[in-house]
């Protein structure tokens, strides 16, 4: 079965300072790779997918993560944090040879940046 | 474009009472989803849609009923709410095959059980 772990509940980070909020994975196959954020009261929005190719992926808003297969891992990264990016966010899965079921979310993972 | 378009944003119900929410999308997507989110829970699948006249239960369908008569509509029906059904709910739409294409999420419905 597939499954998403985040282990960190939540990450505080100092402003300025880099992040990186964790995520491994679990799934038979190759996988593709998501990570979301929330706002309060809002809907998730897409940050970066992995689905082949380069492991380090570049996404909106600064942020990176890169796919390491050998870990089964996709951490989230961004060299300097922003009180602004204080938020849920989420890391999802999915099965390349599962096409048609739906992603697979992490709990999710509350970054709080500090000023 | 609209985007996915969920109603209603908020609504208090009783034990016993049954609702629909409703999610329209205006993005000719084939695939639409309902999860729920509860606290530290992630998010978990409801039902989902893979086109018109299609559905399949996801990993929690229990209490909750779907339909799909068009393309642009996904209604979520709960028959008899229970306080376990407390929750805020998303609906979420691709263009077609999961997994490759970012998912488009609705603005959430918050529903209470009381």
């Known amino acids: 079965a597939q499954s998403v772990a985040q282990p960190e509940d939540q990450v505080n980070v100092a402003e300025g300072n880099p992040l990186t909020v964790k995520c491994t994975y679990s799934?038979?196959?190759?996988?593709?790779l998501f990570w979301y954020v929330q706002y309060p009261n809002r809907g998730l929005q897409f940050l970066l997918k992995?689905?082949?190719?380069?492991?380090l992926v570049k996404g909106s808003y600064g942020f990176e993560a890169e796919f390491n297969k050998s870990q089964t891992s996709f951490h989230l990264k961004k060299p300097s944090a922003l009180v602004s990016d204080s938020a849920l966010y989420f890391c999802?899965?999915?099965?390349?040879?599962?096409?048609?079921?739906?992603?697979?979310f992490g709990k999710g993972t509350t970054l709080s940046v500090s000023s | 474009n609209a985007g996915v378009t969920q109603t209603p944003k908020f609504r208090i119900l009783k034990i016993g009472q049954s609702m629909t929410l409703q999610c329209t999308q205006d993005?000719?997507?084939?695939?639409m989803y309902w999860y729920r989110q509860d606290p530290g829970m992630g998010l978990k699948l409801i039902y989902y849609?893979?086109?018109?006249?299609?559905?399949d239960k996801g990993e929690v369908p229990n209490g909750y009923n779907v339909s799909r008569s068009t393309t642009e509509d996904f209604p979520l029906r709960l028959e008899l709410a229970a306080p376990s059904q407390t929750s805020v709910y998303f609906c979420?739409?691709?263009?077609?095959?999961?997994?490759?294409?970012?998912?488009?999420f609705g603005e959430g419905s918050r529903l209470t059980v009381l």
């Open positions: 999802a899965v999915s099965a390349r040879d599962q096409a048609g079921t739906a992603l697979i």
């Open positions: 799934v038979s196959g190759n996988p593709y």
């Open positions: 992995y689905i082949t190719g380069d492991n």
């Open positions: 993005m000719n997507h084939n695939y």
């Open positions: 849609s893979v086109g018109a006249g299609i559905t």
């Open positions: 979420a739409s691709i263009p077609g095959l999961a997994g490759i294409r970012e998912l488009f």
